[in-house]
């Protein structure tokens, strides 16, 4: 049966969204008069509007429609490996936690080198990858310099620097 | 004409140097994600001291316009709006990057910009003090239809994917409230969190939800980043032109809605490029085609928010009161420079104020061959530079452009989530683009609500307020016509198709005659 | 060239992190001033007037940068995280600092934030438009007697200072006024010059900008100020109201005793500068002298003042 609805993976998420406008709905109850209107409203709607796309898939789906073909060009890019797509997600998370415990350059030369590494698809020359290193050293300090000597921003600080 | 005079002070060898180096400067801050026009200024104002009055401010009108300019190449580029004025223009930039016409956007966003730009100086130099009554006009039932006409442009978002696009509009309107409420002070959907409690930054959420997919799915495969045209040599600048002038209309309506949202204070480049984009959508030939690297949508944006940078000069100007951020920290720095604000700046420091305008226009004008250059430049190295490079080149950008919003780790944080949360719904077809319209437009529509519900409240007349004020209704009139528009233009056109068929038969015969 | 910078922000870096606080020589580097809300606000305003002045008694450099983010509460929190060393010091603002944590957890407690020096502040300001009704705060008061809660007041945010401006001329005055909050001061005001409302609670500072367009009926300082000659306080019409946002200079706690005193020294001698005091007042701020050995006393007074307003605002005093 659930085979047969159409977009599973959309509506899957639809539910989640009611789901989702539900305990919002129900927590924006103890807020204040006027701080509660639009939380409410909002939720309800994202729950309704989920369900009037749940019902649609279902019946579409009893009706034998087959899963769109994506029109737009707008759903990101189908297959290539998920495992790079981790382990880009898993660098990202490690830098910003990093940041403020190895300090902005280390924490950053780290992570930029590791999504480097994920990043790289063919087989590179030593002179390449020399190449590759020196530019990203000049890419990092180049941009620490313009914003903690230029900008004036305070800069995360860690063990190191 | 007496201002002519100020216009040779501003034609200074020294003025025209520091115009150069601000429009350069606000530039490449602009292009970089989270580094936005604010901090440029903000850091420029201490030198500003050292100058004189009018130096000062044509450097910083200069940097400023720069950066808003500069948010349209990465938008163009890599699809992360370097300013929030940009969000508009990765709809249609960003697709024709991919297809190859990364070149020719950036040169249509450049001459759109200086065509902005110019309608939003000469707007504030010649009609400001009756420019700044529109600011007044506005009260909060005003600002909740604006946001609710800026609303409307889901439905043409996400063509075919109504639901899904409502669906994420609400989560992104749910995402605006994370934080203290600025109205009754509650803490909303925070969940215990010190990293929400300070809300979801726009900048944060726009650099997560269109770069982070973007990179994630640019790991996992081999292919190029962009596609290379076939004749990549040339800014294509002729061609730019012609598109240019036969979209004239697009580009002016564009940039006069960009001065007068600009005036509004609180409303700003975002809102104003993204009700222009509606706009020339509605108004186009093909409207079918917005959205999928369609020209006409980067002349809209990218005319709209430069001319929001003179726009928003009227009030900070006339009324003391600043349109925009920017505006805010110039306003600081005349004020300690001890040049009190107000009507009588016209009149009384008339020679300031004709010079900064005269230095705004040159610096606008400027913008044309730097930012060619300049564009040409950033296309190239980001088609040659190896993806090896690319890819965590641009991560670092994220990553610093976020910190760099409020130099806080948090807003860092909440940018990654949200990418991979937008790379995630984006799989299951819901886009981005709706959710970012919700957190944008989200604030402003709550926030004049309330507000229209608590004065007419006050005043025993609630529905007076939302339904009795003349601007007001026409903003809920252009609303309904932008989400009937569809509909309409179908009746319309499926006539019209008729007629034409019946013309086109009526004339072949004659032909045969 | 590139190593060349590497190395002087290595060095920069290793100078910053281990440089060991000595009273003797301080200050010996340049001083971070890390404002708590957006540049262009009074906040910012006010530190680019003591700038000049501080990198004088100094002879160092004042750099001034921004942390902002939830009404000032991003950067407050994360104060006491920060280099001790007497070299970060932070802008620090009341009622921001009592109420905030009074209302619910935003990561750090009044305790938590050691003030050194509270320099200046802004008086509240009941402004209607030029072309009002209201001549004097009596027609203003007498009016709101008449129509209870029909009278709208805009200021900026929720348990703000104009709000508590506004609870506090309710309470005094006995009558019954409807606050709309607004996301800041300009907001704020444009609602009232486009007579959305028909008044406004903000500060002195923003009363002086806008000229001719408004009329301030009162302002809440002990005395009239210098800027706005003409223009009555709350007390001498009988209301004892004298309150506003409070601007001074806090530190991380980790800073040695000796050196919060050396700052709140120098931070005193700029505040008796009468060029300073003089471009302060014309810009509409009060200046005000609460060293660090006052403090105590100051921060007592004022978080009672704060507590018995909050209570009638209704917000509830948290646990923590």
Same mark, same amino acid.
């Given at each position: ?81 998920? +495992? ?11 830098? %910003? $936690? =990093? &940041?403020? *415990? !190895? /300090? #902005? ?10 999504? +480097? ?11 390449? %990858? $020399? =190449? &590759?290193? *020196? !530019? /990203? #050293? ?24 | ?513 | ?320």
């Amino acid at each position: 049966m659930f085979k047969r609805v159409h977009d599973p993976l959309g509506t899957s998420v639809a539910a989640g969204f009611v789901l989702l406008g539900l305990v919002l709905a129900w927590t924006s109850q103890s807020m204040t008069a006027m701080g509660s209107v639009f939380p409410i409203t909002i939720s309800s709607a994202m729950a309704i509007v989920g369900l009037i796309l749940i019902v649609r898939n279902i019946i579409l789906g009893i009706r034998g429609m087959t899963p769109v073909s994506r029109s737009t060009g707008e759903g990101g890019v189908e297959g290539g490996s998920n +495992m790079r797509r981790l382990l880009f997600v898993a660098a990202m998370i490690a830098w %910003i $936690a =990093l &940041l403020p *415990v !190895l /300090g #902005f350059l280390v924490a950053s030369a780290l992570a930029y080198f590791a999504i +480097m590494i994920v990043a790289i698809h063919e087989r590179m020359s030593v002179k390449e %990858i $020399a =190449l &590759l290193i *020196v !530019l /990203g #050293f000049a890419i990092l300090v180049g941009f620490y310099a313009l914003m903690s000597e230029i900008l004036l921003i305070p800069m995360p600080r860690g063990l190191f620097f | 004409m007496d201002k002519i005079i100020y216009l040779f002070e501003a034609l200074s060898v020294a003025n025209l140097g520091l115009a150069f180096v601000g429009v350069l400067a606000g530039i490449v801050i602009g292009a970089l994600p989270g580094l936005s026009a604010t901090m440029a200024v903000a850091v420029l104002v201490p030198f500003t001291f050292t100058m004189n009055p009018a130096s000062g401010l044509i450097v910083l009108g200069a940097i400023y316009t720069g950066a808003i300019y500069g948010g349209s190449y990465s938008a163009i580029l890599v699809n992360a709006p370097g300013t929030p004025s940009a969000i508009a223009t990765t709809f249609d930039g960003f697709p024709m990057a991919k297809r190859g016409d990364g070149a020719l956007a950036v040169s249509l966003a450049t001459l759109a910009s200086v065509i902005g730009g110019l309608v939003g100086a000469l707007l504030l130099m010649f009609l400001a003090p009756p420019l700044a009554t529109v600011a007044l006009a506005f009260g909060p039932p005003e600002y909740f239809w604006l946001a609710v006409f800026g609303l409307t442009l889901i439905s043409a978002l996400s063509v075919g994917n109504l639901l899904k696009g409502l669906i994420g509009a609400c989560f992104g309107l749910l995402l605006s409230m994370i934080g203290v409420a600025v109205i009754g002070a509650d803490v909303r959907f925070t969940f215990g969190s010190q990293t929400l409690i300070g809300g979801i930054d726009i900048v944060a959420g726009l650099i997560g939800l269109y770069c982070i997919p973007v990179l994630i799915d640019l790991v996992a495969t081999k292919d190029p980043h962009l596609k290379v045209a076939s004749d990549s040599s040339g800014f294509r600048l002729a061609e730019s032109f012609g598109i240019l002038m036969r979209q004239k209309f697009n580009a002016l309506r564009s940039a006069v809605i960009g001065t007068v949202v600009g005036i509004l204070p609180g409303a700003g480049g975002s809102v104003a490029s993204l009700v222009s984009y509606s706009e020339a959508r509605r108004s186009a030939k093909n409207p079918e085609n917005y959205g999928k690297g369609e020209p006409g949508g980067i002349i809209a944006t990218e005319a709209a928010n430069n001319a929001t940078v003179g726009g928003g000069f009227i009030p900070t100007l006339v009324l003391g009161i600043p349109g925009t951020p920017p505006d805010a920290v110039i306003l600081g720095a005349l004020l300690v420079q001890g040049i009190k604000i107000g009507p009588q700046l016209f009149t009384s420091q008339g020679s300031i104020v004709y010079t900064f305008i005269f230095g705004l226009l040159i610096g606008t004008l400027l913008m044309l061959p730097i930012g060619l250059v300049v564009g040409r430049y950033a296309y190239k190295s980001i088609i040659s530079i190896p993806k090896a490079a690319l890819v965590p080149t641009i991560a670092f950008l994220t990553v610093i452009g976020s910190f760099a919003i409020h130099n806080n780790l948090h807003d860092s944080a909440v940018m990654l989530g949200l990418g991979v949360i937008g790379w995630f719904l984006n799989r299951a077809g819901f886009t981005p683009s709706p959710i970012v319209l919700g957190l944008v437009l989200g604030q402003i529509a709550e926030q004049g609500f309330v507000q229209a519900y608590l004065i007419g409240n006050a005043q025993q007349n609630v529905l007076g307020q939302f339904f009795g004020r003349p601007i007001s209704l026409a903003i809920a009139a252009f609303a309904i016509l932008t989400l009937f528009y569809p509909l309409i233009a179908k009746a319309i056109g499926a006539r019209r198709a008729r007629k034409s068929d019946v013309d086109q038969t009526v004339e072949s015969r004659k032909a045969d005659v | 060239m590139r190593i060349g910078t590497l190395l002087s922000t290595v060095v920069f870096a290793i100078g910053v992190t281990s440089g060991i606080a000595s009273a003797q020589d301080y200050p010996s580097k340049p001083i971070n001033y890390i404002i708590p809300f957006n540049a262009g606000g009074e906040s910012d305003v006010a530190a680019r007037f003591q700038q000049p002045f501080l990198e004088e008694v100094t002879g160092q450099s004042i750099v001034v940068q921004y942390i902002s983010g939830a009404g000032g509460a991003q950067a407050w929190s994360q104060l006491n995280g920060m280099e001790g060393d007497g070299y970060t010091m932070m802008g620090s603002n009341l009622p921001h600092i009592i109420l905030q944590p009074m209302a619910q957890d935003v990561g750090y407690t009044t305790d938590d934030i050691t003030n050194v020096y509270f320099f200046q502040y802004t008086p509240d300001a009941l402004l209607v438009p030029a072309g009002s009704d209201f001549q004097t705060l009596e027609d203003f008061v007498a009016y709101a007697k008449e129509n209870p809660g029909s009278v709208t007041i805009s200021g900026s945010a929720t348990n703000s200072a104009n709000h508590v401006a506004t609870t506090k001329l309710n309470e005094l005055a006995d009558i019954q006024t409807t606050y709309i909050p607004f996301s800041g001061t300009s907001p704020s005001m444009t609602a009232l010059l486009g007579g959305q409302v028909q008044g406004s609670f903000s500060y002195s500072t923003a009363a002086l900008n806008q000229g001719e367009e408004i009329r301030v009926l009162a302002v809440a300082a002990e005395e009239r100020l210098p800027s706005l000659p003409d223009t009555p306080t709350f007390k001498e019409l009988g209301y004892d109201m004298v309150g506003g946002a409070y601007r001074g200079i806090a530190v991380p706690s980790s800073t040695p005793e000796e050196i919060r005193t050396q700052l709140s020294d120098l931070i005193g001698e700029v505040n008796a500068n009468p060029e300073f005091v003089k471009k302060m007042e014309d810009a509409g701020f009060v200046v005000i002298s609460i060293p660090y050995s006052e403090m105590p006393a100051f921060m007592e007074e004022r978080e009672q003042q704060y507590q018995s307003v909050a209570e009638t605002m209704g917000i509830e005093t948290s646990s923590n």
